[in-house]
């Protein structure tokens, strides 16, 4: 199969059967661009979900944008994109045209009920397999163990407390040890 078609139906495949955001679609990129088709490797993973995480966009689009860039430049990002958003743009367009009240029907409701279940497995899943990719280094752990007490901190104690602000701290501390580096290594030897 040429591998833009390849790339399209791949992203289709995850766009149209996979349901509560970019988040839950994580796992399921991994396994189709990772284990399956090795497009990208574990580490490219991990950056790629990093990077979509704090670039403008649903992490899922960002993802196959970049899969689809490194396999065949922007063509490729393109119809990767195109892949991954195309079934949800028909699904709501269909649904917009068909359902008034889509939610209100009782089946559909209940679907809805259990697919959030699904969708908090699919994260947890995606956070469990970075987890274990991830190099375990001191710096590395510790700042994964303060950032999840924070995070439970702000839901158990119901802080409002902006993302934004959590974006920028969280990289503030990732880029001080590189930076402290640096300043090292300019001082120079101490006469």
């Given at each position: 199969m040429p591998l833009l078609l390849d790339l399209f139906l791949t992203f289709a495949k995850i766009g149209l059967f996979t349901f509560g955001?970019?988040?839950?679609?994580?796992?399921?990129?991994?396994?189709?661009?990772?284990?399956?088709?090795?497009?990208?490797?574990?580490?490219?993973?991990?950056?790629?979900?990093?990077?979509?995480?704090?670039?403008?966009?649903?992490?899922?689009?960002?993802?196959?944008?970049?899969?689809?860039?490194?396999?065949?430049?922007?063509?490729?990002?393109?119809?990767?994109?195109?892949g991954m958003a195309m079934p949800s743009f028909v699904i709501i367009y269909l649904i917009s045209l068909f359902l008034d009240n889509f939610l209100e029907i009782v089946w559909v409701a209940n679907a809805f009920s259990a697919i959030k279940i699904a969708v908090g497995i699919l994260i947890l899943d995606a956070g469990i397999k970075m987890l274990k990719k991830m190099k375990k280094t001191a710096f590395r752990v510790t700042i994964l163990v303060l950032s999840t007490l924070l995070l439970l901190c702000i839901n158990a104690f119901s802080l409002r407390f902006s993302t934004i602000s959590m974006l920028l701290i969280a990289g503030m501390v990732s880029v001080s040890p590189y930076a402290l580096r640096g300043m090292d290594r300019k001082e120079g030897p101490k006469e």
């Open positions: 955001g970019g988040y839950a679609m994580i796992s399921i990129i991994d396994d189709a661009c990772v284990e399956k088709k090795k497009w990208i490797t574990a580490e490219e993973m991990m950056n790629i979900t990093v990077i979509a995480e704090s670039t403008p966009g649903p992490v899922a689009i960002n993802c196959a944008t970049f899969v689809g860039y490194k396999q065949r430049g922007v063509l490729g990002a393109l119809i990767a994109t195109l």
